[in-house]
């Protein structure tokens, strides 16, 4: 068995000038192509400052480098600015969707085989949406509520996600 690719290095926190991506770090080519797989799988497990771990893929920069966007959570941790160097290490991420499963959408989908088959029925990113909008919140009955709402949605729509029901639904938690 081969050892999964993993690289340290050291960047610096940037802002694109753009209303779609924001605060980042850049990867160069030579470092994020040893990451990318088998249908241009950009998952990774990300290490910033040897103190916070994440999930993320390497985003394509447009010339052949790559970008990891870093949240305001993140950064305010970690007390990053513009121009700060960061250190970071990069571990291929081989978790089955790319994001943890909450705990209780997992309970769900095993007790109900059509919400199991729905879920798994939808893209890999759009899974990933879902187990995200499930896992957000801190509170058990906030995580159960909201992965009740997915199914139910998953289930009244044959499958597929209408994204601006699904939010009135969470919003009114049905």
């Not at 068995?1 to 770090?25: C, V, Y």
């Not at 797989?37 to 103190?51: F, H, P, Q, W, Y």
């Not at 916070?52 to 950064?75: H, S, T, W, Y």
């Not at 199991?116 to 893209?123: A, C, E, I, R, V």
């Amino acid at each position: 068995m081969s050892k999964l690719p993993e690289a340290s290095f050291t960047s610096i926190m940037e802002k694109f000038d753009s209303n779609l991506w924001g605060f980042h770090f850049c990867v160069s080519s030579e470092i994020g192509n040893q990451f990318v797989t088998e249908g241009n799988d950009r998952r990774v497990i990300c290490l910033l400052n040897s103190k916070e771990e994440f999930q993320c893929a390497l985003m394509p920069k447009g010339d052949g480098n790559f970008f990891i966007n870093v949240n305001k959570k993140l950064r305010d941790a970690l007390k990053l600015v513009i121009g700060s160097h960061v250190s970071v290490l990069l571990k291929k991420d081989e978790s089955e969707y790319g994001l943890p499963m909450p705990e209780e959408l997992q309970e769900l989908l095993s007790q109900d085989e059509e919400g199991d088959k729905l879920f798994h029925g939808l893209t890999i990113g759009k899974q990933r949406t879902l187990l995200y909008i499930v896992g957000s919140v801190k509170d058990t009955g906030k995580r159960i509520s909201r992965a009740l709402v997915i199914v139910n949605h998953l289930k009244a729509n044959g499958g597929k996600i209408n994204y601006k029901k699904l939010n009135e639904g969470l919003r009114l938690g049905i």
